[in-house]
């Protein structure tokens, strides 16, 4: 049985940057369970003599001559983005005191 | 229902305009999509405009291309160039992307229209297209059940005849589960075969795109048009992938098919009969079908349950309210960032990126997601074991037909366990295919998959056209 608990899910919900109500809280924790417990069958398992693998495919860095490109349009880009000021995307402040 | 052969065939030797093709599509969604809402938005404009450049070319005695004039429904992760593409979630919704996914301009090029997009649980993350922002798409064999996810809404724009052809993407079997349900062909290539630039990512090392269609041919034809290398996409496997619709009628005569017990056993009883009938089927045709189990099948659900949502919950910190989508002003980035995402996300969504950050942070990620890549790795070696003895692996896509719309949207785990029999071959990253065969309980549609060693999709689509000639009519 997984050791999952509330404090977990809050903490982790903090991580992902989401504000879960307490009501999904609950919800979370209890789901979460059952799918670790169902993990627990290869949780369990000895496969300390096995690589672990992150992709299918054997992939190997690329390299290519450094020339520059055309890449997106700024304008084209900046045009679907929530605010935007000076060329720039706009967001608000970022830490520290309010100026 | 016309096969993209037909169309692209009288198209292109003037015996129907694209233009005509297109404004059928376009009248017969309009009038039968209300029930099913396989689609989340129409490119009625830019469908007429393509189908007219292709009409033009073939009355300048030009090519247009092997799919020239065919409708083709996109789900809508795939990016398309100013027109709206939402990936089925609130956070996205109205974002029109500046740039066109390789595979859309892939299909321009074959003379293809793209005729709208269409809908999918929230980031592909579903069985049943239940978790779609905008409403759940409805099974068009029984407007009672669900058309499988995640790619549900591309599965039900074949099934109902709107177009003969979709794009779906499967990262846990996202493509062959719905195409089971609602009895048409959907296939998904080996990992690095389709380029999967401009593929919204969910799991980045099992992501793949492939294409739903009402025949093996049709799919094969489309798989020709989708295969090749991208520089765009850093995965994109360099070779030249061998032409699958030259091969498609060659028979099966001396291939050794291996029934596997795992993709089969625990399957509902009418989907158990018909996965047999198929294999009787494929010896008939001249196979050598034997069984064989491969037990390290059954850790495959758990290991995909970390992997993929570890991957989405990095690849899904982009959605930050910062460059596009959904933005929830906050007095500073931090509370932007947590009021957007939150107000943005559906509930799947946040489950998974949950999971996926708890399954890497401190203290758990040796236990789980290093534990799931070796599990991976288990698979990997046990897949290629089995096919030191057999050619292709046949088994259940989907361990039963389509349920009832609301059956399993408050058990997650319930739901996950739809992709039992799809997942190996993702963790793999090995192409296969689901195959209508008959019906089951009720006259639901039943999915029979062909699985195939890496870039052996000539020889998958091969195996796939002799269950098709062997399901019943």
């Known amino acids: 049985m997984t050791d999952l608990s509330r404090e977990d899910v809050v903490h982790v919900a903090r991580l992902a940057r989401l504000d879960l109500s307490d009501e999904e809280v609950e919800l979370f924790t209890a789901q979460l369970r059952t799918v670790l417990d169902h993990a627990a069958d290869v949780a369990s398992l000895d496969l300390s003599h096995l690589e672990p693998s992150s992709h299918p495919i054997a992939l190997r860095n690329v390299l290519r001559a450094d020339e520059p490109r055309p890449s997106l349009d700024r304008d084209e880009v900046l045009a679907v983005a929530p605010a935007v000021e000076d060329h720039r995307f706009r967001v608000p402040r970022i830490g520290g005191e309010a100026t | 229902m016309t096969t993209a052969m037909a169309v692209a065939e009288a198209v292109r030797s003037g015996k129907r305009s694209a233009r005509e093709v297109v404004d059928e599509a376009l009248a017969a969604v309009a009038a039968g999509d209300g029930e099913y809402h396989a689609f989340l938005s129409l490119l009625p404009d830019e469908a007429r405009a393509e189908a007219d450049a292709v009409d033009a070319a073939v009355a300048a005695g030009g090519d247009p291309g092997p799919l020239a004039g065919v409708p083709v429904a996109l789900k809508d992760n795939l990016c398309t160039r100013g027109a709206v593409t939402t990936c089925g979630s609130k956070i996205l919704e109205g974002w029109r992307p500046p740039y066109d996914a390789t595979v859309v301009e892939a299909l321009r090029r074959a003379g293809a229209i793209a005729l709208g997009k269409t809908n999918m ?41 709107f177009t003969p052809l979709a794009l779906g993407s499967d990262t846990g079997g996202s493509i062959r589960q719905p195409a089971a349900l609602c009895g048409v062909v959907g296939m998904k290539p080996t990992y690095g075969r389709v380029s999967r630039y401009g593929l919204v990512a969910f799991a980045s090392s099992l992501d793949q795109i492939g294409p739903f ?10 798989f020709d048009v989708l295969a090749g290398y991208d520089p765009l996409d850093s995965t994109s496997l360099p070779s030249q992938a061998e032409p699958a619709l030259a091969q498609v009628h060659d028979g099966v005569e001396g291939i050794r098919v291996g029934l596997c017990r795992d993709l089969v056993d625990g399957c509902a009883p009418d989907v158990v009969a018909r996965v047999q009938e198929a294999a009787d089927a494929l010896a008939g045709a001249g196979a050598k079908v034997e069984e064989v189990s491969v037990p390290e099948f059954g850790y495959g659900l758990s290991a995909y349950y970390l992997i993929a949502p570890a991957e989405a919950s990095s690849n899904l910190a982009r959605y930050d309210g910062v460059r596009y989508g959904l933005r929830v ?48 790795t288990l698979v990997m070696q046990a897949f290629d074991r089995a096919y030191e003895s057999y050619d292709v692996l ?56 062909v699985l195939a060693p890496a870039l052996q999709e000539a020889l998958l689509f091969r195996v796939a056209q002799v269950v098709e000639a062997g399901a019943p009519s």
């Open chain 2, 121 to 161: 649980d929230e980031f592909a993350m579903g069985s049943s297209t239940e978790n779609s922002a905008f409403g759940p798409t409805r099974n068009p064999r029984d407007t009672g059940k669900v058309p499988g996810g995640s790619s549900g809404g591309s599965a039900a724009a074949v099934a109902a005849g």
């Open chain 2, 329 to 376: 002003d906050a007095e500073d980035v931090a509370a932007m960032n947590t009021a957007t995402r939150t107000a943005g996300f559906g509930a799947e969504v946040k489950r998974r990126i949950m999971l996926g950050t708890y399954a890497l942070s401190a203290g758990y990620y040796d236990a789980y997601y290093g534990q799931a890549q070796r599990v991976r």
């Open chain 2, 394 to 449: 046949l088994g259940a896509t989907a361990p039963t037909t389509a349920f009832d719309v609301g059956a399993k949207v408050d058990d997650p785990l319930a739901m996950y366990m739809n992709d039992v029999c799809t997942i190996p071959s993702n963790l793999s990253g090995h192409p296969a295919v689901s195959v209508p065969f008959g019906t089951g309980a009720g006259g639901l549609p039943v999915g029979v998959q």
């Open chain 2, 213 to 222: 269609a009402t025949t093996v041919e049709d799919a094969a034809l489309l």
